[in-house]
């Protein structure tokens, strides 16, 4: 399982990871960065969730509606 985990750092900016849990620990940690203003939080959080749906298969194959 994979979830976007915020945090504020030491310096007062808001940090981004991707965590990843097996069996109720964390197995691995991405960081995405760290940002101070709201417009790149948005962005870093679009880039975190971006990194999770990458992972994942697709439920239907839409490409030849795609054309």
Known sequence: MAYIRR????????????CYKEQ???V???????????????KLLRKAQGI???EKKP?????KFNK
């Not at 691995?28 to 948005?42: I, P, Q, R, Y």
């Not at 439920?59 to 490409?63: E, I, R, V």
């Open 7 to 18: 945090f504020k750092t030491t310096s007062g900016a808001t940090g981004v990871q991707v």
């Open 59 to 63: 439920l239907f194959n839409l490409d």
């Open 52 to 54: 999770i749906d990458g």
């Open 24 to 26: 109720g620990k964390v």
């Open 28 to 42: 691995k940690t991405v960081h995405v960065g760290s940002a101070s203003s709201e417009t790149a939080l948005k």
